[in-house]
């Protein structure tokens, strides 16, 4: 057996004993128009609920929302929790993005609000000469009851 393969076994061991475990979640994170407007930008998506905060108030959801593609951008980079207990896995060389198996919008991001994002991993096993993980990923929204965001989330550790 190679190193890599050795580092992928014990990997995939460390893993699965994690399955359905929550990690604990992201910090909370504010969603702000100058951010909404930047996406837009970048997105070339300037709908009106977004970026014409007058008209948005008079809107469906009474304020401007996040598209909810920023959402999706934002989840994976929410500021860390210093209460994550990710594992380190011995010759772990790289993380890829490898999409979404699913991802449902129940609820909007309204400007201003405070998001955070919470892991579980559901699956994890060797494909393609990697370890592919599963992670459903919940972004709930300070003081509301339906999460923004639920999504399940694919990667590839690369060993």
């Not at 393969?5 to 128009?33: C, G, R, V």
Request: proline share 6%.
């Amino acid at each position: 057996m190679t190193d890599a393969e050795t580092h992928m076994a014990n990997a995939l061991e460390i893993l699965t004993s994690q399955l359905d475990q929550p990690k604990p979640s992201s910090d909370w994170f504010e969603i702000t128009q100058e951010r909404i407007n930047d996406y837009a930008d970048v997105s070339m998506d300037h709908q009106w609920i977004h970026v014409d905060v007058d008209r948005a108030k008079d809107g469906p959801f009474g304020a401007p929302i996040a598209h909810g593609n920023l959402t999706i951008a934002v989840m994976g980079h929410l500021p860390t929790s210093e209460k994550s207990n990710a594992p380190t896995l011995e010759g772990h060389k790289l993380s890829i993005n490898y999409g979404f198996d699913k991802i449902r919008f129940p609820s909007p991001v309204k400007v201003g609000s405070r998001i955070r994002a919470t892991s579980t991993l559901k699956r994890a096993e060797i494909k393609g000469g990697m370890i592919e993980t599963m992670n459903e990923i919940v972004v709930e929204v300070e003081g509301q009851e339906k999460p923004a965001l639920v999504a399940e989330s694919l990667g590839r550790l690369v060993f």
